[in-house]
T-cell receptor
Framework: GAVVSQHPSWVICKSGTSVKIECRSL??????MFWYRQFPKQSLMLMAT?????????EQGVEKDKFLINHASLTLSTLTVTSAHPEDSSFYIC?????????????FGPGTRLTVL | QKEVEQDPGPLSVPEGAIVSLNCTYS??????FMWYRQYSRKGPELLMY????GNKEDGRFTAQVDKSSKYISLFIRDSQPSDSATYLC??????????FGAGTRLFVKA
């Protein structure tokens, strides 16, 4: 199957700073990537859908000015958590669809654990 | 009411047991049904992918979909300690949006 990587795998930052998380499709070009957040023992919550070359589509309740998404190339999407606060601490996971792949089949990255002090 | 309901467990079974994991849903428009396995601090990996109703088997894993009851199941035969993980059901009506269950934590004891 297709491979998706994320960097960093974990990050600790001070409150008020910004953190950038990268999501890369390694062996395919992904026109669409997804960003999820997962709290402990809870399910994946879709934050936004990232489309290459256009603005991301955010889910209801997700602040687009706080969670900046850039999908500048067919293999890279970035999520920037701006002015992070402790309540933003979570596990952030990206996924991507493989062109021509089965509808709704997503390949997930390994996730990034963000801890805001 | 959540669109997808899944018992979070934990579910603990001895090695070799048959495991049954289930989800119920409320949206009759769901057509695509998936099961993902997620190890601790890792991203989910796709186990089974089914469209509409019926059964699908892949090795020790069998997925069942009963659209009339809005109920899906994943069976694991001859369970192994390496099967210990969280299992997430997921479903979609089409398009890109996928709704995930809360995940069931499974422990297989050697």
């Amino acid at each position: 199957g297709a491979v998706v990587s994320q960097h960093p795998s974990w990050v600790i930052c001070k409150s008020g700073t910004s953190v950038k998380i990268e999501c890369r499709s390694l062996d395919f070009q992904a026109t669409t990537m997804f960003w999820y957040r997962q709290f402990p023992k809870q399910s994946l919550m879709l934050m936004a859908t990232s489309n290459e070359g256009s603005k991301a589509t955010y889910e209801q309740g997700v602040e687009k000015d706080k969670f900046l998404i850039n999908h500048a190339s067919l293999t890279l999407s970035t999520l920037t958590v701006t002015s992070a606060h402790p309540e933003d601490s979570s596990f952030y996971i990206c996924s991507a669809r493989e062109p021509g792949g089965r509808l709704n089949e997503q390949f997930f990255g390994p996730g990034t654990r963000l801890t805001v002090l | 009411q959540k669109e997808v309901e899944q018992d979070p467990g934990p579910l603990s079974v001895p090695e070799g047991a048959i495991v049954s994991l289930n989800c119920t849903y409320s949206n009759s428009a769901f057509q695509y049904f998936m099961w993902y396995r997620q190890y601790s601090r890792k991203g989910p990996e796709l186990l089974m992918y089914t469209y509409s109703s019926g059964n699908k088997e892949d090795g020790r894993f069998t997925a069942q979909v009963d659209k009339s009851s809005k109920y899906i199941s994943l069976f694991i035969r001859d369970s192994q300690p390496s099967d210990s993980a969280t299992y997430l059901c997921a479903m979609s009506a089409g398009g890109f949006k996928t709704i995930f269950g809360a995940g069931t934590r499974l422990f297989v004891k050697a």
